[in-house]
């Protein structure tokens, strides 16, 4: 059963991969042609959102298994069993991401963290685009204005 879900869930992702891929087509395409509608927005939101997921992803994977031995032997860096037991509870959060070898040397790359945040941003953004564009082309719009002008 467990199998099951991991390859449901592995195909759900490389749908959105996918469809992330036509999304970012279509944002070069609404940018070039200045068409910003419900449709850009919603492509906006849905890559935003992917990137913001692919992103953390590559942080969280980063972390490794083992940490002692994804520091001395992968980045190469002196593992400080002391500062890691120290600071246990900092990597246990979902955000932001850190896994530390020592004091000076996190595994989880400098960029992904800010990364995550400006793609959340945006899609944040995108939503109150898309809110907006709902709202001001909604149907009934048209039809108040017009019973109020009478």
């Given at each position: 059963?467990?199998?099951?879900?991991?390859?449901?869930?592995?195909?759900?992702?490389?749908?959105?991969a996918?469809?992330?891929?036509?999304?970012?087509?279509?944002?070069?395409?609404?940018?070039?042609?200045?068409?910003?509608?419900?449709?850009?927005?919603?492509?906006?939101?849905?890559?935003?959102l992917?990137?913001?997921?692919?992103?953390?992803?590559r942080?969280?994977?980063?972390?490794?298994?083992?940490?002692s031995?994804?520091?001395?032997?992968?980045?190469?860096?002196?593992y400080d069993?002391?500062?890691v037991?120290?600071?246990?509870?900092?990597?246990?959060?979902?955000?932001?991401?850190?896994?530390?070898?020592?004091?000076?040397?996190?595994m989880?790359?400098?960029?992904?963290n800010?990364v995550?945040?400006?793609?959340?941003?945006?899609?944040?953004?995108?939503?109150?685009?898309?809110?907006?564009?709902?709202?001001?082309?909604?149907?009934?719009?048209?039809?108040?204005?017009?019973?109020?002008?009478?």
């Open positions: 059963m467990k199998e099951v879900v991991v390859l449901t869930l592995l195909l759900l992702i490389l749908g959105w996918l469809a992330s891929v036509w999304s970012a087509y279509c944002l070069y395409v609404g940018i070039r042609d200045l068409r910003r509608g419900a449709n850009w927005w919603a492509h906006l939101l849905s890559f935003s992917f990137t913001a997921l692919a992103v953390w992803l942080g969280l994977f980063s972390m490794g298994l083992n940490g031995e994804e520091c001395q032997f992968i980045h190469r860096q002196p069993a002391a500062y037991d120290a600071h246990t509870a900092e990597y246990n959060k979902w955000f932001p991401l850190h896994s530390k070898c020592n004091a000076s040397y996190d989880v790359p400098a960029w992904v800010p995550v945040v400006l793609a959340l941003v945006v899609s944040l953004v995108s939503l109150v685009g898309l809110v907006w564009f709902a709202v001001a082309r909604w149907p009934f719009s048209r039809a108040m204005n017009d019973t109020s002008s009478t």
